[in-house]
């Protein structure tokens, strides 16, 4: 928590500090042998999902997560600090169907975050119980991580060389059928909601 005076404060910016802070993250040298079997993992995906983290922003990792979901042709789920970093308008972007991705992804890739609570802590029912998740952030994993994030693949490199490495080797997976799935999925919920919009009388506030 911060104190209110702090949070009101003003504070001048030409967003140096963005970038220092931007500049310390994912400094240690990759390894390869976890790279490879990351690349292992994700070529036998079937259900695949990517799921975008606060870190994939800080670390300024747009053009490499975007190119990483497109080329691939991945289902992506934007977490709240990690929207904007895939645009929200991409075909690919699977939050109007998050309770299926979550449930029926057998690998998912965290980008910039971590199995946290707003991720169920990778537990079942949300996520299956047989699910493998690949975890790329930053920050070396710490002490306090739960029994399904030790079990994790971890990735703690500089974020967007990573993503590259998997681009290079990985290319497009051939999930066609997930891909039609979850956006089916995704417009049935839209339009849902749409025509729950369009016959209730009055405005939000009114």
């Known amino acids: 928590d911060l104190p209110a005076d702090l949070i009101c404060a003003d504070y001048q910016s030409e967003g140096e500090v963005f970038e220092k802070i931007s500049s310390l993250l994912g400094k240690d040298p990759i390894d390869q042998p976890k790279i490879n079997e990351a690349i292992r993992v994700l070529k036998s995906a079937v259900r695949p999902l990517v ?9 300024r990792s747009e053009k490499a997560v975007t190119e990483f979901v497109t080329q691939c042709g991945i289902p992506f789920l934007p977490l709240p600090m990690g929207r904007g970093v895939v645009p929200d308008n991409n075909d690919l972007n699977a939050s109007a169907a998050r309770s299926l991705v979550l449930k029926e992804a057998d690998v ?3 980008i910039g ?18 699910c493998k998740f690949i975890i790329i952030d930053s920050l070396p994993i710490g002490g306090s991580v739960n029994i399904i ?11 967007e060389e990573t993503v590259y490495a998997l681009i290079k080797a990985v290319r ?3 999930v066609d059928e997930w891909r039609v799935k979850v956006f089916e999925k995704g417009s049935a919920a839209r339009a849902k909601v749409s025509n729950v919009i369009k016959h209730t009388e009055g405005t939000p506030l009114g």
């Open 149 to 159: 994030e030790k079990n994790a693949l971890w990735l703690s490199y500089n974020q």
């Open 172 to 174: 497009k997976l051939n």
């Open 51 to 59: 799921i975008i983290g606060t870190g994939a922003a800080m670390s």
């Open 113 to 130: 975050s971590t199995l946290t609570w707003q991720l169920h802590f990778g537990e079942a029912p949300k996520f299956s119980s047989t």
């Open 108 to 110: 998912v890739i965290v």
